[in-house]
């Protein structure tokens, strides 16, 4: 377990970025340690080195802040790249997505949703995450529509949800290495098909 701060560091952590750094973090690994159900701000508190007063003035519920730490290593750590194609931003996108996916946060992250699916707060702060994410790949859409890259009426979506399953499925499921050659084969999966071209009609 983590020791607790000094005074010092205490100090350091009254307020700004680094209490919300410093008690986000906590919250992770108080969540690997108890779970969802037996965390309680006031440890989260004592292992943040920070007043429970300073996490309840930000926080105000477990559930704030168990969404907020959630929000700190998926929504808030996601690219949104504009490299001039679809092509270039969705390879971009695909590197970040296989770097996340194999981090130790996200991999605890996995195994808490798995292990507390029950859970109807989890549950909730799982579908707003899922919400947020599903919305970050817009301004790339937007920026390939306005090159013409897309089809008409295509569901651009489906291209971001199929590469990150796919990823993940590999990563998690198959327990097998993601390189460059994948990913760019990957992503000519998604933007060309699989039909050869005198097939596509």
Excluded: C
């Excluded at 013409?148 to 295509?154: D, F, R, W, Y």
């Amino acid at each position: 377990m983590k020791e607790k701060p000094s005074a010092s560091e205490r100090r350091a952590l009254v307020r700004g970025e680094p209490v919300v750094r410093g008690v986000l973090a906590a919250t992770l690994e108080e969540l690997a340690e108890v779970g969802y159900e037996a965390l309680r701000i006031e440890d989260v508190a004592t292992r943040a080195g920070v007043n429970k007063t300073t996490v309840y003035r930000r926080w105000p519920t477990k559930q704030d802040l168990v969404r907020a730490a959630f929000r700190s290593i998926t929504v808030d750590r996601a690219v949104t790249p504009d490299t001039g194609s679809l092509r270039g931003d969705l390879i971009v996108i695909a590197r970040h997505i296989a770097t996340q996916a194999s981090s130790p946060e996200l991999l605890g992250l996995r195994r808490l949703l798995f292990a507390e699916d029950r859970d109807a707060d989890l549950v909730a702060i799982a579908q707003s995450i899922h919400e947020s994410m599903e919305a970050l790949p817009r301004p790339v859409i937007e920026a390939a529509e306005a090159r013409g890259e897309l089809a008409p009426g295509i569901d651009a979506t489906l291209i971001f949800r199929s590469l990150a399953a796919t990823i993940h499925h590999r990563l998690g499921l198959e327990r097998r290495p993601i390189d460059e050659g994948f990913l760019a084969g990957l992503v000519e999966l998604l933007l060309v098909g699989a039909l050869a071209p005198d097939k596509r009609a």
